[in-house]
């Protein structure tokens, strides 16, 4: 069964104060690796795909990177805007458009 | 170009009763897939169709049920409505499923009382 693990649960960090939030995974076949960000109240936003070891992807002040086992998104010198949960998502090979979800790290970026 | 639009965005309904949820996808795009959304779970995937088929499917039991029309819109439905089927329920649009990203709609949230 495919499985997906973010850490840490909540994340707090001051303006300007880089870090990384990890997603480990155990998939079948991996097809894809999604990063998502949800607002309160909000769906999720689409962020990257990921989709073979060593891909990164950067769009403003985050990175994500991806091994065969874990994936991390990079968040540097982070603004308040930025507090929201990030979810992490895998798709399997046969599974179709299925994404299997992690719980995902809530961020919050303080002045 | 319009995005995933989800429909009501709230309701409030009673043990026992059914409900159907509506999700327009954007233009162009085949493949609907629908996620439950609960603080202690997270996102559960219900099914996904394609093409008014349905091509993958969660583990909820039968009284989940959806449908996909030929202009793609589709429709959950959920009978016999139980308190912990209260969620945030996500509707998510690609253009086909298989390597191209899922946009999701703003969800509806459902209350059962």
């Known amino acids: 069964e495919d499985q997906v693990t973010q850490s840490p649960e909540a994340l707090r960090l001051q303006e300007g104060e880089s870090s990384s939030l990890n997603c480990s995974y155990t998939?079948?076949?991996?097809?894809?690796l999604f990063w998502y960000r949800q607002d309160p109240g909000k769906g999720p936003e689409f962020l990257f795909t990921?989709?073979?070891a060593g891909e990164e992807k950067e769009k403003e002040r985050l990175k994500a990177t991806l091994t065969k086992k874990e994936s991390f998104l990079h968040i540097t010198a982070p603004k308040p805007e930025d507090s929201a949960t990030y979810l992490c998502?895998?798709?399997?090979?046969?599974?179709?458009?299925?994404?299997?979800f992690g719980t995902g790290t809530r961020l919050q970026v303080t002045l | 170009k319009a995005g995933v639009t989800q429909t009501p965005r709230y309701l409030i309904k009673t043990r026992g009763q059914q409900v159907t949820l509506s999700c327009s996808p954007i233009?162009?795009?085949?493949?609907v897939s629908w996620y439950q959304q609960t603080p202690g779970q997270g996102l559960q995937f219900l099914f996904e169709?394609?093409?008014?088929?349905?091509?993958n499917k969660g583990n909820f039991p039968g009284r989940f049920s959806g449908r996909q029309f030929s202009n793609s819109r589709s429709e959950m439905n959920v009978s016999t409505l139980e308190l912990g089927d209260s969620a945030l329920y996500l509707c998510?649009?690609?253009?086909?499923?298989?390597?191209?990203?899922?946009?999701f709609g703003q969800g509806t949230r459902l209350t059962v009382v």
């Open positions: 998502a895998v798709q399997a090979t046969g599974t179709a458009s299925k994404l299997t």
């Open positions: 233009s162009g795009h085949r493949s």
């Open positions: 998510a649009s690609s253009q086909d499923g298989l390597n191209t990203e899922a946009f």
């Open positions: 990921l989709y073979s």
């Open positions: 169709y394609f093409s008014e088929t349905q091509r």
């Open positions: 998939v079948s076949g991996l097809r894809g």
